[in-house]
């Protein structure tokens, strides 16, 4: 007997400010995706969401995205409201813009938008999500940490996201902001849990148990399985954090990771070795 269960659509993780301008590399796999169906911009991560719906309606318009309306909510109490959850019918996809990912889940979280947007995902849309907007697809979310820094034990805080993509944890604006030393941080509090820290304009594709990297810049997949000593629950909250043997991938445009075997997938890009003088 063939199995009639809905497949569940891909999920593009974005480490924020994705190109809008140029080539568009990240727009792109989310418009081909669409295949012309609606796509509904949560804008609900900020604050102050004017003028991040013309941007995208401006970035997406030459690449075939016509249908594209926002979606945003001040409070839980709107999310019961008729004409916003109009707004997902039919939809193809859902994009979260960024902001602040505690807003998006706690604005959202267990009411009747989320359902609905669950609902198109596991029916095969696409859910797309950049810098908060990519924080809040995993079960468990940083919400504050310092950056450019090492890791002092007590410095994290870290809440319940949708709990689209499971036992991950992801960071982003990775390189640009110095993060390493955070998601180790987060890594060492639940070794089960892997690091993923996405740079700017670059983006990894979840589709079943795997993902894939595209954009400019890297994807740093830190895994703590196999770490044989740390101090995270020994030491005093303003110590530096210490932690032995912990495994890092760090990965490019093409490259991929099996997120059941914790392996990346193909082979690094060659690269030219540059010539040495005469």
Do not use: C
């Not at 081909?32 to 970035?59: C, M, N, W």
């Not at 697809?137 to 504050?144: A, C, F």
């Not at 998601?183 to 060492?188: C, F, N, R, T």
């Amino acid at each position: 007997m063939t199995d009639a269960r809905p497949t569940e659509g891909p999920l593009i993780i974005i480490g924020g400010h994705e190109d809008k301008e140029g080539d568009r590399v990240i727009l792109k796999a989310v418009a081909e995706r669409l295949k012309g169906g609606r796509l509904v911009l949560a804008t609900i991560a900020s604050h102050a969401p004017d003028g991040y719906f013309e941007t995208y309606q401006k970035a997406f318009a030459s690449l075939g995205v016509t249908d594209l309306v926002e979606l945003y909510v001040e409070d839980r109490a709107e999310t019961h409201d008729d004409d916003k959850l109009a707004l997902l019918d039919g939809a193809a996809g859902v994009f979260f813009s960024g902001g602040d990912q505690l807003r998006i889940s706690s604005q959202i979280g267990d009411t009747p938008i989320e359902a609905r947007i669950r609902q198109i995902w596991t029916q095969g849309g696409v859910l797309a999500g950049t810098s908060a907007g990519a924080s809040v697809m995993s079960d468990t979310m940083m919400v504050r940490g310092a950056s450019a820094e090492t890791h002092r034990i007590g410095d994290l805080r870290m809440a319940p996201g949708l709990g689209l993509v499971r036992d991950v944890i992801i960071d982003q604006h990775f390189a640009e902001r110095g993060r390493i030393g955070r998601l180790l941080g987060a890594v060492a509090q639940s070794p089960r849990v892997l690091g993923v820290g996405i740079d700017e304009d670059t983006a990894i594709i979840v589709e079943g148990d795997a993902f894939k990297v595209i954009g400019s810049g890297a994807v740093y997949v830190v895994d703590a399985k196999g770490v044989t000593a740390s101090n995270i629950a020994e030491a005093r909250p303003e110590n530096t954090l210490s932690m032995f043997d912990v495994r890092l991938h760090v990965l490019s445009s093409g490259d991929g990771l099996d997120l059941t075997t914790r392996r990346p997938l193909g082979h690094p890009t060659p690269v030219d070795a540059p010539r040495s003088a005469a």
